[in-house]
């Protein structure tokens, strides 16, 4: 029997002999999720690094909630290691073993904007609260609930924190707790959500592993933490994901008249060429060129799109592409991409629809507009009317929507947005160019924007 369990490979070795690393998280932006990039997130960029330096492959299974996560862990055949943004607490530390910290994190308690302010806990009595189910918000609730027993909240398991905070945004609930990380990284997404307190002091997250003596993958853990925080690449990646607001797209109409007269005609020829030879409009390569960069060749941006363009390292090397930088090669490249896209969108999908569900897919990329589509369908819309899918686009970002998709998560609210953008600097580009340059031909690749009076200026149409 003793030799028996001698023998009995620690749960380092097994990882190894299988070749693979089992990991749960959260379906969520601070987590893991997919976009045009491929899967992605902060918990998925640090816990791909672990894998790949420990020479096996990452295998990611996402948890329907909080109380679901910790149930897998460990499991025969199951997760080994929970990487979900968990912060550790004593009912937590009776169920887990807890890594080193990588990030400090603050609960915050978040109210809607023209509502009064909550600056306390008291202020928390009479109000609608949510938080996430089997969360340490919810730990802290409980607490605060038994000094002052008129606090009332629910706990769910059917939302996310992207949910909580567009439920405060939209007055559903009236307040929340989220964590200052989350909060950072999504509030530019919910104009009306704003912090109205700390709840408590600053704590850490870690990463989980299920309960026992075995301290074989803790140990390894741990190592890598110390490792990926004295050499910086801790930092990098909390940089990328918490450390900028992304505004692109809220430019006003100001600042994008001065960059018509003195960015645009450096690249006009290139929008013009590559746009002739792929059968788009230039005006509207332009605009994808003005919503990506600015019009700017040497932007990189925290996903790690680059280019006047914002292709990825992957469409950049399909499109033969081989300087993101070179603005020349962006503009051919984010031509030839956009064509592709639109020449493999079903056929049932007619002009002007078509551009608008084909900026969408180079957005947030053709899987999610494809769950878009089907969730469009099982409403009773038309699954190949923009006016329709783009009602359907947010869902993704709302778990009980995206649990039942395919891809699952996406920034579903960012396409309805950028494709708006787009749409509005076309029309300003429509109008500014085609009396000066056109007079009253008609050019070749002209697209037709319906409801836009092209003898008026932009603000005098109604806005798309």
């Known amino acids: 029997m003793l030799s028996a369990c001698v023998d009995k490979p620690s749960t380092l070795e097994r990882i190894k002999e299988d070749g693979v690393l089992r990991v749960i998280t959260r379906n969520s932006p601070a987590t893991y999720f997919q976009d045009r990039n491929g899967e992605t997130g902060f918990e998925y960029e640090l816990v791909k690094r672990f894998a790949d330096d420990l020479g096996v492959k990452l295998e990611i299974e996402t948890a329907d909630n909080l109380d679901d996560l910790f149930g897998q862990l460990g499991k025969p055949n199951g997760p080994v290691l929970a990487a979900a943004g968990l912060v550790r607490s004593e009912p937590r530390q009776q169920q887990v073993r807890f890594s080193h910290p990588y990030l400090e994190v603050t609960p915050q308690v978040i109210y809607r904007n023209g509502q009064s302010r909550p600056t306390n806990a008291a202020d928390l009595v009479g109000k609608k609260i949510m938080v996430l189910k089997g969360s340490t918000h919810a730990e802290q609730l409980a607490a605060l609930k038994k000094q002052n027993p008129a606090i009332d909240y629910e706990e769910s398991d059917a939302v996310e924190v992207v949910d909580l905070l567009r439920m405060v945004d939209e007055g559903q609930i009236d307040l929340t707790l989220v964590d200052s990380n989350e909060v950072a990284m999504n509030q530019v997404y919910f104009p009306n959500v704003r912090v109205a307190f700390d709840l408590g002091n600053a704590s850490n997250q870690s990463w989980a592993v299920?309960?026992?003596?075995?301290?074989?993958?803790?140990?390894?853990?741990?190592?890598?933490?110390?490792?990926?925080?004295?050499?910086?690449?801790?930092?990098?990646?909390?940089?990328?994901?918490?450390?900028?607001?992304?505004?692109?797209?809220?430019?006003?109409?100001?600042?994008?008249?001065?960059?018509?007269?003195?960015r645009l005609p450096k690249y006009e020829k290139?929008?013009?060429?590559?746009?002739?030879?792929?059968?788009?409009?230039?005006?509207?390569?332009?605009?994808?060129?003005?919503?990506?960069?600015?019009?700017?060749?040497?932007?990189?941006?925290?996903?790690?799109?680059?280019?006047?363009?914002?292709?990825?390292?992957?469409?950049?090397?399909?499109?033969?592409?081989?300087?993101?930088?070179?603005?020349?090669?962006?503009?051919?490249?984010?031509a030839k991409y956009l064509a592709r896209i639109k020449d493999e969108l079903d056929d049932k999908i007619a002009e002007p629809d078509r551009t608008w569900f084909a900026l969408a897919a180079y957005n947030v990329g053709t899987g999610h507009l494809d769950d878009a589509r089907i969730l469009a369908k099982k409403e009773g819309l038309n699954p190949n009317k923009w006016l329709d899918v783009k009602k359907m686009l947010p869902r993704l970002s709302q778990k009980q929507w995206y649990s039942k998709t395919r891809y699952g998560y996406a920034r579903g609210g960012e396409p309805v947005h950028f494709v708006a953008n787009i749409r509005r600097y076309y029309d300003i580009l429509t109008w500014v160019t085609q009396p000066q340059l056109e007079g009253n031909q008609v050019v070749e690749g002209d697209l037709h924007v319906p409801g836009v009076d092209k003898s008026k200026p932009p603000e005098d149409n109604p806005k798309l």
């Open 270 to 334: 290139h929008f013009r060429a590559y746009a002739k030879e792929e059968k788009v409009d230039w005006r509207l390569l332009a605009a994808i060129g003005y919503q990506e960069s600015l019009w700017q060749p040497a932007v990189t941006s925290k996903t790690g799109v680059r280019g006047l363009m914002m292709l990825t390292q992957n469409t950049a090397q399909a499109m033969g592409v081989s300087n993101r930088l070179d603005a020349k090669q962006s503009i051919m490249g984010g």
């Open 210 to 262: 299920a309960a026992g003596t075995d301290n074989s993958l803790l140990n390894e853990i741990n190592s890598y933490l110390d490792k990926v925080e004295k050499n910086g690449t801790l930092q990098r990646l909390k940089d990328r994901y918490y450390g900028h607001v992304d505004v692109l797209g809220y430019v006003g109409a100001y600042t994008f008249a001065q960059h018509l007269q003195q």
